[in-house]
């Protein structure tokens, strides 16, 4: 079989290694780090004293059932049992009270009828203004042409929702799922959560959540069946050009070359880079001594902090702030201050409970910025040299930065790639 050369080892470069992989192509994939995953990762961080090191997740990493790609790429290396998943959607406001959202028996869409018509933290007419601007959605998704050129808040605007259906309902899932403000997000990623998520399937708004640290994964087990997938970790890829790889200060050749780093990585290489912009994504860890919670994960309203994870027996949280450029400034400490107060207003028993440690992760170029008029900006699989193929999740996956669209962008470049074999497989899914 033909040779193929894969510079990065996220999850692009992977699902492009497994999809060939799979397909006998001789793979060779080079990482720089000592680990695999890139963004969507796990590493240990030191603990004091005597204590073993934590392994902790880059950041919680959710998906939702209808990232079909993601999972398919989870079961190519026998990973998809690992992906747990929730059919109900805490809503907290300050003070405790928390709201379910999950679907009932009807099927889609209006199958959270029920469940929506009983959530106490939005009123009568939050609820109207939210069902008639979900009937808009499905209707104007194809009909109209300037969704990448407006914010999700215009089209709000447009469709008079009410300050809390825009803050406690639209704001709360759309900022995390896309990583960027109601004001600087396309309308078109908006409108295609809503639309694959929660309308057009009864069961695509299931969240996943790896029970496993993410760099699990991915480890050498997991390619035990594809011995003709090499993976080079500690291996950085320096330059590419029309003769291939130059890894380490060794030149590398082969058929075909996929390139699956960072968009702020490619000018170095040598490569033309996309004009995006980054939004960043700040984590917060925090160890109590005693259990704080029993829900498994929830949305906290109107505050800084906008999702907890249960890492461990309500002990253990892991808290999310998307889009946090507010956070940019702020000292490590200050941030873990605004979590803990944060987290007293929604769960009163971290009043009694001592914080034991805690970890902050700011990435400040956590995704592209899904800005208006970006969808133009974002690059296809092909490249100026014939035989290299782009991927990453800043190329044109049809998907928002997510884990599902770095997975697409790597089967679609696996696709390009066997195409010029003469060959034509079909890895995406969608
Ligand atoms: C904090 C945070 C939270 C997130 N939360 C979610 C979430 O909940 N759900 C979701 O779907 N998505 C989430 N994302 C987005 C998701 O992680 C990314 O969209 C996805 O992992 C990107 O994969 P990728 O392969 O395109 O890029 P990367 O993961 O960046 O992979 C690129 C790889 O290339 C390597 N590399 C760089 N330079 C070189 C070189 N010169 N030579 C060799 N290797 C090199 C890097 O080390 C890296 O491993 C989150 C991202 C962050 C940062």
Known sequence: MPKVLIAGGGLAGLAAAAALGRDGWEVDLFEARPFLGGRATSYAVPAGGEEVPETIDNCQHVLLRCCVNLLDFYQRLGMRERIAF????????????ISVLKRGRLPAPPHFT??????????????????????????????????????????????????????????????????????????????????????????????GIPSIPLGQLYTADAWQGMPNVRLHLRSTVERIDAGGFFVEGKALAADRYICA??????????????????SPITGVHLWFDREVTTLPHATLLERTMQWMFNKDRGRYLQLVVSASRDLTALSRKEIVDIAVGDLRLFFPRVHDANLVKAHVVKEQRATFSAAPGTER????????????????DWTRSGWPATMEGAVRSGYMAAEAVARTAENSPVYLIG
């Open 114 to 207: 029920g469940s929506f018509l009983r959530m106490k933290c939005f009123s009568a007419a939050d609820k109207l203004a939210i069902a008639r601007a979900l009937l808009a959605l499905r209707r104007e998704r194809t009909r109209r042409q300037d969704l990448d050129r407006i914010s999700m808040l215009d089209w709000l605007n447009q469709k008079r929702q009410t300050p809390h259906a825009i803050d406690r309902f639209w704001r709360q899932v759309l900022v995390s799922a896309i990583n960027e403000d109601l004001d600087r997000m396309a309308a078109i990623h908006g409108f295609q959560v809503f639309w694959l998520g929660f309308l057009s399937s009864a069961d695509g708004y299931e969240m």
């Open 377 to 392: 900006l974002r690059p296809g699989t092909e490249s100026s040299i014939g035989n290299l193929f782009m991927a990453g």
């Open 261 to 278: 780093l960072p968009f702020e990585k490619l000018a170095a290489l040598g490569l033309a880079a996309p004009d995006l912009e980054h």
């Open 86 to 97: 929730y059919r109900e959607f805490y809503f907290i406001e300050p003070g405790g009270r």
